[in-house]
């Protein structure tokens, strides 16, 4: 899913892909980053996220859930170092703003998680309430600000268990939060469900297959039981508390989907090794036992998270 589940791209040996960065990025934010929308809600309800919570979002790619905290109250700053273009789409959506000051965040119609209608001028932040927020490009630690309170709550959603490895860059991106947050305050990670409780992970093991003989260490392999405990063990947090949300991956069609699933950066690798004809022509085939007589796409998911508080 970053991009989609984990935005990175997939290192290998051949030649890079050609790829359009812009378009990617709108296929990520109009198609692919919406699909976490449950997981977002489940964890903004179980923290009773809202005013007075100051959250961080690591690698907060176009910043849907940055909005959608921001909707409830929560001041809120999202930092990235990877994407130019999702940064510009997130800034978009939630520009750097004092409160009272006049402006209104772009807000895609339809947008989950977001209340429709109209917003009166001058009103703080997004949605009904209020948050005001902050998008930073760089590390962590450009996201600090010396006159502002500790975060009170960081999240990093772009969930692990999808590529191997991928929980390396996680670890020292929460190495780097800790010291702005609070004591005590919650860190949120999130990861992929088991295998069989995933209809998605059939389709991504196509991109592992085509990218043979290129596999890596980025490449595609199974969550495990226990993957997001042990980074936060590694990364001294306390665990207290965690749970398994539903998000299924919808689509109008199959062109959507494939749209969407290469949105993610997962296929890189399989379209260096194999064509993007290959490509597209073995992602619809994978697609298919998932269309449904009207010709939307629906794939079950489920989600993990693990709420660890900062020692």
């Given at each position: 899913?970053?991009?989609?589940?984990?935005?990175?791209?997939?290192?290998?040996?051949?030649?890079?892909?050609?790829?359009?960065?812009?378009?990617?990025?709108?296929?990520?934010?109009?198609?692919?980053?919406?699909?976490?929308?449950?997981?977002?809600?489940?964890?903004?309800?179980?923290?009773?996220?809202?005013?007075?919570?100051?959250?961080?979002?690591?690698?907060?790619?176009?910043?849907?859930?940055?909005?959608?905290?921001?909707?409830?109250?929560?001041?809120?700053?999202?930092?990235?170092?990877?994407?130019?273009?999702?940064?510009?789409?997130?800034?978009?959506?939630?520009?750097?703003?004092?409160?009272?000051?006049?402006?209104?965040?772009?807000?895609?119609?339809?947008?989950?998680?977001?209340?429709?209608?109209?917003?009166?001028?001058?009103?703080?932040?997004?949605?009904?309430?209020?948050?005001?927020?902050?998008?930073?490009?760089?590390?962590?630690?450009?996201?600090?600000?010396?006159?502002?309170?500790?975060?009170?709550?960081?999240?990093?959603?772009?969930?692990?268990?999808?590529?191997?490895?991928?929980?390396?860059?996680?670890?020292?991106?929460l190495d780097g939060a800790a010291p702005l947050a609070a004591r005590g305050a919650a860190v949120v990670l999130a990861g992929w469900g088991p295998p069989e409780r995933c209809a998605?992970?059939?389709?991504?093991?196509?991109?592992?297959?085509?990218?043979?003989?290129?596999?890596?260490?980025?490449?595609?392999?199974?969550?495990?039981?226990?993957?997001?405990?042990?980074?936060?063990?590694?990364?001294?947090?306390?665990?207290?508390?965690?749970?398994r949300v539903a998000c299924p991956f919808g689509y109008a069609d199959a062109r959507s989907a494939a749209r969407g699933l290469l949105s993610t950066g997962l296929f890189d690798a399989?379209?260096?090794?194999?064509?993007?004809?290959?490509?597209?022509?073995?992602?619809?085939?994978?697609?298919?036992?998932?269309?449904?007589?009207?010709?939307?796409?629906?794939?079950?998911?489920?989600?993990?998270?693990?709420?660890?508080?900062?020692?």
């Amino acid at each position: 899913m970053t991009p989609t589940l984990v935005r990175q791209h997939t290192p290998h040996a051949g030649a890079a892909p050609h790829v359009d960065l812009r378009a990617r990025a709108r296929d990520w934010s109009e198609i692919q980053e919406r699909m976490l929308v449950p997981l977002y809600e489940a964890v903004y309800e179980r923290l009773d996220l809202g005013d007075g919570t100051r959250m961080l979002g690591l690698e907060c790619g176009s910043g849907l859930a940055l909005l959608m905290a921001a909707a409830r109250g929560a001041t809120v700053t999202g930092v990235d170092s990877r994407s130019p273009e999702l940064l510009a789409l997130a800034r978009r959506r939630l520009p750097s703003r004092t409160p009272g000051a006049p402006g209104t965040p772009e807000v895609p119609p339809g947008t989950p998680g977001i209340p429709e209608g109209p917003r009166p001028h001058g009103a703080r932040g997004t949605g009904t309430r209020g948050g005001t927020a902050r998008i930073v490009k760089g590390s962590p630690g450009d996201a600090m600000d010396p006159s502002a309170p500790a975060f009170t709550l960081v999240t990093a959603f772009e969930p692990i268990g999808c590529l191997a490895g991928d929980s390396d860059g996680l670890g020292a991106l929460l190495d780097g939060a800790a010291p702005l947050a609070a004591r005590g305050a919650a860190v949120v990670l999130a990861g992929w469900g088991p295998p069989e409780r995933c209809a998605t992970t059939s389709v991504l093991r196509v991109a592992t297959r085509l990218a043979d003989p290129l596999r890596s260490a980025g490449s595609w392999r199974p969550a495990l039981r226990d993957d997001l405990e042990e980074v936060a063990r590694r990364t001294r947090l306390r665990p207290d508390g965690s749970g398994r949300v539903a998000c299924p991956f919808g689509y109008a069609d199959a062109r959507s989907a494939a749209r969407g699933l290469l949105s993610t950066g997962l296929f890189d690798a399989a379209i260096a090794a194999a064509g993007q004809e290959q490509v597209d022509k073995e992602l619809a085939e994978a697609l298919h036992p998932y269309r449904r007589p009207d010709g939307t796409v629906w794939m079950p998911n489920v989600f993990r998270y693990l709420i660890a508080r900062i020692p």
